[in-house]
């Protein structure tokens, strides 16, 4: 099964900071990656899929991009809207794995 | 609207079963493959099961193969979750998603059901 090591597990951030979060994956997976906000008592949205294809309605200060097997979901300016949990998915084969989670809180 | 609407939720004692139901509006069902997934209070995200759009295809996290069975009805524009064996460990909120193909997965979310296991 691909392992998909996501860091860091919790962050805090201040409002207009950059933040970034990473997902590893243990085996190639290609632009098969997606990223899933969660806000409190929420279902996951989707925001960013192919590894760097932006949801449509999503602001565009998210971006998603990727260097080798490191898979990046990056907030340019931080909004207390974007406090949320993130996830990241591998999609390429099954099982489908879930990062852990990042917990994104602020400072 | 895209609406993906769980139920079917509840408690139940370990060893027993229970169905899960997932009715699908605003977009041709049929046209789509559908995943469960699960998360346990305080949790991530666990992916259970994934069903292709004709149900040509059907796989399983290794933690629920052999007790869960997943399936639909595209006439019904439903999916399903057939739990059987009920452990404490099967205690999540499970939600179904939809996706078009592997590029391109789990663009809408139910709002889940809530599943626990206890005695």
């Known amino acids: 099964d691909i392992q998909m090591t996501q860091s860091p597990s919790s962050l805090s951030a201040s409002l207009g900071d950059r933040v970034t979060i990473t997902c590893r994956a243990s085996?190639?997976?290609?632009?098969?990656l997606t990223w899933f906000q969660q806000k409190p008592g929420k279902s996951p949205r989707r925001m960013i899929y192919?590894?760097?294809n932006l949801e449509d309605g999503v602001p565009s200060r998210f971006s998603g991009s990727r260097s080798g097997s490191d898979y990046s979901l990056t907030i340019s300016s931080l909004e207390s809207e974007d406090v949320a949990d993130y996830h990241c998915?591998?999609?390429?084969?099954?099982?489908?794995?879930f990062g852990a989670g990042t917990k994104l809180e602020l400072k | 609207e895209v609406q993906l609407v769980e139920s079917g939720g509840g408690l139940v004692q370990p060893g027993r079963s229970l169905k899960l139901s997932c009715l699908a509006s605003?977009?041709?069902?049929?046209?789509?493959?559908m995943n469960w997934i699960r998360q346990a209070p305080g949790k991530g995200l666990e992916w259970v099961a994934s069903?292709?759009?004709?149900?040509?295809?059907?796989y399983y996290a290794d933690t629920v193969k052999g007790r869960f069975t997943i399936s639909r009805d595209n006439a019904k524009n439903t999916l399903y979750l057939q739990m059987t064996s009920l452990r404490s460990e099967d205690t999540a909120l499970y939600y179904c998603?939809?996706?078009?193909?592997?590029?391109?997965?789990?663009?809408?979310w139910g709002q889940g059901a809530s599943v626990t296991v206890s005695s």
């Open positions: 998603a939809r996706h078009l193909y592997r590029g391109n997965v789990m663009d809408a």
């Open positions: 605003g977009f041709t069902f049929s046209n789509y493959g």
């Open positions: 069903i292709s759009s004709s149900s040509s295809y059907i």
């Open positions: 085996q190639d997976i290609g632009n098969y």
């Open positions: 192919g590894a760097t």
């Open positions: 998915l591998q999609s390429i084969q099954y099982p489908y794995t």
